[in-house]
């Protein structure tokens, strides 16, 4: 099973452009150091199961699922398939008074591997616009209810909710947010939980910080409950580079919500479909959200899609007044895409084929093993790791903050391994068809980078 191809029968001397050399310029690139890569592009052109290939032929091993996911691995047959025989048949559906049946298929497959209660699927493009979609639903929910004055939403500090403006809005990164002027007003942020001193090389969960979560306190007592629509938080922060959450912090942030009447937001982007060894990340701590952001795994990467999952009970609260008018103003051109509902049945049946959304709990314990065998690694100063994500803190160079990490990264694509870095935080996140074999190969060429990196 998962076998790749022979690398032998990779392109070999693929021409870097049918029509010559490529021609960079025109390319406006995202989140990318751009005058740089442009000087020193790194380019893939291939891809099947556990691997990339360059232009060139050469074989890279993919540790972080593309961008957190291609969770099923690359190339993956019967999502081929749907997609391109879902391009045959029908290329396209307006979605808006209008719909098509695999929709509707797709909406009752996903509700029922969602945690219980979700019970409603609303589709978006992408993670970003997944998050704008649930803000909306909570403050529109309130306001549903009678209690329009619930309109503050509060965000955590290191947060990654995407790009647009409510999202960098409720995130807290400041890179992302300082350049784009006074965006949503009403936000506040709780602190993040991120602690080296009292909780570096710990695995899986980390003991001490669940107390954090009283910040949600403070906040009420500032603004007053009544203000609150809604608090959003990653389960795990991916992007900031795997910040695992404390003992107890969501189950706390759960009932101090509960007691306030503020609903609660899982953003799922990264951890649902399986990435912890479990569905969502909600299964995995036991605790429910009133609404949840997916996208990535949700089509393994191969069309853009994502989804905002409602409990039935938010979602019923729009259900009133004439029936002739849209109950919920808001929704995309390419919501339910056919081709995106077509790669996302193909997906789930590739999931469930292979029983992949619970592998990664199988595959956890060799993972975290192999992780923190970089504990003493020179530069190393956190090993960290929760179901099939692991980090790979180091200490960063003085006055070049950032540079350590970045350095590793393009070594070990030189060497034949993909990693992704965030200031110097290396995140590990590979394909859930992953094998020893690929665990061992991603370890060992850090390892081995670690030594050669100033
Ligand atoms: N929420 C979370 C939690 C995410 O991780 C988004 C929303 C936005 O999704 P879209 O589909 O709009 O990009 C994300 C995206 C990285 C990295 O390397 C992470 C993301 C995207 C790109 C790179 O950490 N996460």
């Known amino acids: 099973m998962h ?5 032998a029968a990779a392109p070999t001397s693929a021409p870097l452009s049918a029509s010559g050399p490529l021609d960079l310029d025109a390319f406006w690139m995202p989140f990318t150091a751009s005058r740089q890569f442009k000087s020193a592009p790194r380019l893939l052109a291939k891809a099947k199961g556990m691997h990339y290939w360059t232009p060139e032929g050469r074989q890279v091993l993919d540790a972080v699922a593309g961008l957190w996911c291609v969770n099923a691995g690359h190339a993956r047959p019967k999502i081929v398939r749907a997609i391109a025989e879902q391009a045959e048949e029908m290329d396209f559906a307006p979605g808006f008074n209008m719909a098509h049946p695999k929709s509707f298929e797709l909406a009752t497959k996903l509700v029922a591997l969602a945690p219980k209660g979700l019970d409603k699927v609303f589709y978006t493009n992408s993670g970003s616009e997944a998050v704008e979609t649930a803000l909306k639903m909570a403050i529109a929910y309130h306001r549903a209810r009678g209690e329009g004055q619930r309109t503050r939403l509060i965000g955590r500090e290191r947060g990654y909710h995407g790009v647009n403006f409510g999202g960098i809005s409720v995130g807290g990164i400041a890179g992302n947010r300082k350049t784009f002027g006074p965006m949503l007003g009403g936000v506040d942020h709780l602190r993040h939980t991120h602690d080296l001193k009292k909780n570096a090389f710990a695995r899986g969960l980390p003991a001490h910080g669940a107390e954090l979560a009283e910040d949600l306190e ?5 603004h007053d409950a009544s203000t609150i629509a809604a608090v959003i938080v990653e389960p795990v922060a991916g992007s900031t580079g795997v910040l695992i959450p404390p003992k107890g912090y969501l189950e706390r942030l759960r009932a101090i919500c509960d007691k306030h009447g503020i609903l609660l937001i899982f953003d799922e982007v990264i951890t649902g479909f399986g990435r912890l060894g479990t569905p969502f990340a909600a299964d995995y701590f036991g605790v429910t959200p009133d609404l949840m952001t997916a996208a990535k795994g949700i089509t393994n990467g191969c069309v853009p899609m994502g989804a905002v999952f ?5 979602h019923d609260v729009f259900m009133q007044g004439p029936e002739h008018v849209v109950e919920f103003p808001h929704g995309y051109t390419y919501s339910a895409h056919p081709l995106a509902c077509a790669a996302s049945l ?9 029983g992949l959304l619970t592998r990664g709990a199988k595959m956890a314990p060799s993972f975290e093993h192999a992780l923190h065998s970089l504990d003493e690694s020179p530069h ?4 960290r790791n929760i179901g ?7 200490e960063s160079v003085a006055e070049a903050p950032g540079k350590r990490a970045f ?11 993909l990693i992704r870095t965030t200031g110097d935080i290396i995140a590990l996140s590979p394909p859930l068809i992953v094998e020893d074999a690929h665990i061992d190969q991603a370890i060992s060429t850090i390892a081995d980078v670690l030594k050669t990196v100033a």
């Open 407 to 417: 350095d590793v990264f393009r070594t070990c694509f030189e060497r034949g391994v």
């Open 346 to 354: 193909g997906t789930l049946e590739t999931y469930a084929d292979e």
């Open 310 to 314: 409602a409990k039935g009970a938010i």
């Open 218 to 222: 403070r906040i009420v007592t500032l």
């Open 380 to 383: 190393v100063i956190d090993v």
């Open 388 to 394: 099939l994500v692991g980090a790979i803190e180091l």
């Open 3 to 7: 076998k790749d191809p022979n690398p």
